[in-house]
């Protein structure tokens, strides 16, 4: 393992930005200004990828752990994103449009977590922290440009072309996650390291609970999902109101461009400050951006500034993406328990998204936009207090770095 960047790895996650984006807030715009569904029923077909992320995320990790064949299950799940999202360009019948989001939640359920294992297997953890904030950064590049391409299609008159993105650029991923070596992938590293016989037993929710640090981490971003993810799709369906679902995906692409300009700022940022100011820190910026962007939604209707609020985004998601890949990896480090317990935690990231769809829909169709952004903001206030008392420093190294031990001692007399 050498002290450079892994290159495919990089290409991998460049095309990888637009596929585990997966289609929300785009499906959003589409199911209500093209198929005119209403907001309930966006909010069941939203969640339901969620769900089924959530009901596979857990046995998705333990397989992760297990197998050898990370790159052909990697090809897999790609492919498998790749034809539900054209199958949405085609479906005219509900049953079609929800199988196809199913099909995408359980994919998406092992690509965040065998991005995150081959890239420790292939660099090892003295490199992880590094490659993962350049990953990060890549990612967010390859969201910039799809999205870029599909506000082009969309403003063209090409509204399903967003999903024949998708399509191609999971194909794109399948290309460079094939260009990684089986061989180069360490297997015991990318679990965490050596797996304790103790613990073999154990279920992802067992690991998780027996660390008290993991738990009051679980709740935490189960929080922080539950108060970020409806927003984009609600702020998108705000812009689509009275006008097109061209307009409306053009919006979003511009909404998600502002966003993720600013995460690669804070994947460099990440990057560089991770292992010396600590974890904690740099979540509690990404906890506090939450309640401020929700508020700011209700400020106003003017498009351009909801596109210049939604950049907010990319610092709290930016943060969220790399620290919790570097918290579990510290949690777990030794247990070789890492994607066991990446895939707990994921599966109450999709327990927190699931509702946050649900619930904030239901509140829109009730009450208002507003009502739901203002209990978003509520949520996320919850979950950054839980944060700042309960949860500790993860990160070893930078809590020897700030602490300045003891004093030194006398001179030895000449």
């Excluded at 046995?59 to 949405?88: H, S």
């Excluded at 966003?259 to 804070?266: H, K, P």
């Excluded at 940022?269 to 508020?295: E, H, M, N, S």
């Amino acid at each position: 393992m050498s002290g450079r960047l892994n290159r495919p790895l990089l290409s991998m996650n460049f095309f990888a930005g637009d596929v585990t984006a997966g289609l929300g807030p785009y499906l959003a715009i589409y199911l209500l200004a093209q198929l005119h569904w209403q907001p309930g029923s966006i909010g069941l077909v939203l969640a339901l990828g969620t769900i089924v992320t959530v009901v596979v995320q857990t046995p998705a990790g333990v397989l992760i752990d297990w197998t050898t064949r990370k790159r052909e299950l990697m090809v897999l799940c790609a492919g498998v994103v790749g034809a539900a999202a054209l199958l949405i360009v085609v479906a005219d019948h509900p049953f079609l449009i929800f199988g196809a989001q199913a099909s995408i939640g359980a994919a998406l359920a092992f690509l965040g977590p065998l991005i995150a294992a081959i890239t420790l297997g292939v660099v090892g953890r003295g490199m992880f922290t590094r490659q993962t904030s350049a990953n990060q950064a890549w990612n967010h590049g390859g969201n910039v440009f799809a999205a870029a391409l599909a506000a082009g299609l969309a403003l063209a008159g090409y509204t399903a072309g967003v999903f024949v993105l998708i399509a191609i650029m999971s194909v794109g991923m399948i290309v460079s996650i094939l260009m990684v070596k089986s061989d180069e992938i360490d297997n015991d590293a990318a679990r965490g390291g050596t797996e304790l016989l103790s613990d073999e037993k154990r279920s992802g929710f067992a690991v998780v609970a027996a660390e008290r640090s993991l738990l009051i981490f679980a709740v935490c971003i189960t929080l922080f999902h539950f108060a970020n993810a409806a927003m984009l799709p609600l702020v998108s369906q705000k812009l689509a109101l009275g006008g097109d679902s061209g307009t409306g995906i053009a919006f979003t692409s511009a909404c998600i461009i502002a966003a993720q300009f600013v995460m690669i700022g804070m994947a460099a940022l990440c990057g560089a400050t991770a292992d010396t100011w600590g974890r904690k820190p740099l979540f509690l910026v990404a906890f506090a951006i939450l309640p401020i962007r929700a508020i700011l939604y209700t400020l106003t209707d003017n498009s351009v500034l909801l596109v210049a609020i939604q950049a907010l985004d990319g610092v709290a998601n930016g943060i969220f993406a790399i620290l919790f890949l570097l918290i579990v990896a510290d949690l777990t480090n030794g247990t070789g328990r890492f994607n066991l317990a990446q895939g707990a935690l994921a599966t109450l990231v999709g327990v927190g998204a699931s509702l946050s769809n649900l619930v904030a829909e239901e509140i829109v169709q009730e009450v208002s936009y507003d009502a739901a952004f203002y209990a978003l903001a509520v949520i996320a206030i919850v979950g950054a207090t839980l944060f700042l008392f309960l949860m500790p420093e993860t990160a070893a190294h930078a809590k020897k770095n700030r602490d300045p031990g003891p004093p030194p001692g006398p001179e030895p007399a000449a």
